[in-house]
């Protein structure tokens, strides 16, 4: 993603940083006293390295790791890549815009999708390995989702380094432009008694994490 004019809420819009960023989140959602809830894990980070951009990734929960990013962005296709200088995260996603929604997607349409990126009152909480979170608004509107006919997907994070091969699957792809966002810091969102969890092997030789 392009943060734009990224700034404390009281400065100026000309006064902000900009940064280009890439960013694995994996969803969840539970019941806390029958009331559901909802909330991104960072599971990694990269940032491009230009000027301030560096001091602006740190402004966002999760530890930014510094990449060369790339962004193709034309009227009718997308392409973006991304090179983190660890050599841990390797990107590269492009595709063609498409007027229809994946028959195969999880989400029904992109109103679902842009309920669980956090298009309602509430926001959606993001927090990182060591528990610290912030809430996230987004400003958007459902009809802002342009579906991406994906023409060529790889991300290094899903060959087994981080995430079991085979245990992701692609779903889809969209386009999002024009977003208003605001974040709020909200400190440590784990408690300070919850053990760290602790991967380990299932029957099927998938890492699963540990009961906290």
Not at 84 to 94: E, I
């Amino acid at each position: 993603m392009r943060l734009e004019r990224l700034r404390p809420r009281l400065v100026p819009g000309p006064l902000g940083l900009s940064m280009e960023m890439c960013t694995h989140l994996i969803p969840a959602e539970w019941e806390d006293n029958g009331v559901r809830k909802d909330v991104l894990y960072v599971l990694r980070r990269d940032v491009q390295v230009r000027g301030l951009g560096r001091a602006a990734g740190l402004l966002l929960p999760g530890h930014p790791n510094p990449a060369r990013i790339a962004a193709i962005d034309e009227v009718e296709q997308m392409r973006v890549t991304a090179e983190s200088k660890d050599g841990a995260c390797r990107l590269d996603l492009g595709g063609t815009l498409s007027g229809q929604w994946p028959r195969t997607s999880v989400f029904s349409n992109g109103r679902h999708l842009m309920h669980i990126l956090g298009n309602n009152a509430d926001g959606f909480l993001v927090f990182d390995e060591h528990g610290h979170g912030a809430l996230i608004e987004l400003e958007a509107h459902p009809e802002l989702a342009e579906p991406l006919d994906v023409l060529q997907q790889s991300s290094s994070l899903f060959d087994g380094g981080v995430i079991p091969k085979g245990a992701a699957q692609p779903d889809a792809s969209v386009v999002l432009r024009n977003l208003v966002c605001v974040w709020t810091p909200r400190g440590n969102v784990l408690r300070a008694s919850q053990r760290k969890a602790v991967a380990k092997e299932n029957g099927e030789g998938l890492r699963e994490p540990s009961p906290a």
